[in-house]
């Protein structure tokens, strides 16, 4: 298996802009997560799915943030309108069990 | 909320030396994992341990558990510049699927 896949790898976007983040999660996996990581505030969990549903989005900062899961090989986490404090490293994990992949994450500026 | 948090902040060693890293956390937890962060790269699970087992071994890593001290500790024996990166703990709050991370360790080998 190629390991859990997001996309784009960097994205550089001006504030105001409607940005998409994608993630394919490993095969056979039930449950993913996104995380935010900047280095004021470390790893923070946004959003998890388990087979699909979002199960807890209490992380998820603000409405201007959306997680979608149509499939089991699919998600996007999408921020509409972006601002600048939005900047940070974004990774998608997916677990089978209690062990988490993580992916090589998306390094989102806002500018 | 905060559960695992690591301690020190950051270390810096020696090749060949030890190195030790500690982890505290608030709630009861069936696991406790700790993950590694290469710079710029997704985390990469390294071990896992439950709550009934004190002590579990993978190669150069040990892991202790102390529920009674809710505490973890990594070693890292004969550290290499190889181990340089960031080890984070990892808790499942109040027996929950979803692993909460700590603000990590940073740990330098210096060749």
């Known amino acids: 298996d190629a390991g859990v896949i997001q996309s784009p790898r960097h994205e550089v976007t001006e504030m105001g802009q409607e940005v998409t983040l994608r993630c394919k999660p490993i095969s056979g996996h039930d449950y993913l997560f996104w995380y935010r990581q900047t280095m004021m505030r470390g790893l923070e969990l946004l959003i998890y799915f388990n087979n699909n549903v979002p199960i807890d989005d209490s992380g998820m900062p603000e409405d201007r943030f959306s997680a979608k899961m149509p499939n089991a090989s699919f998600s996007t986490l999408k921020i509409q309108p972006s601002e600048p404090r939005d900047s940070a490293v974004y990774f998608c994990?997916?677990?089978?069990?209690?062990?988490?992949?993580f992916g090589p994450g998306t390094r989102l500026t806002v500018t | 909320s905060q559960q695992g948090e690591e301690d020190p902040q950051a270390l810096s060693i020696q090749e060949g030396e030890n190195a030790t890293m500690n982890c505290s956390y608030k709630t009861s937890i069936n696991n406790l994992q700790w993950y590694r962060q290469n710079s710029g790269r997704g985390l990469v699970h390294l071990i896992l341990i439950r709550s009934n087992e004190r002590e579990k071994h993978s190669g150069r890593l040990r892991v202790t558990l102390d529920t009674s001290k809710k505490s973890s500790s990594l070693l890292i024996t004969a550290s290499r510049a190889a181990d340089t990166a960031s080890y984070f703990c990892a808790t499942d709050e109040n027996y929950g699927q979803n692993f909460v991370f700590g603000p990590g360790t940073r740990l330098s080998v210096l060749p």
């Open positions: 994990a997916s677990s089978g069990g209690k062990e988490q992949y």
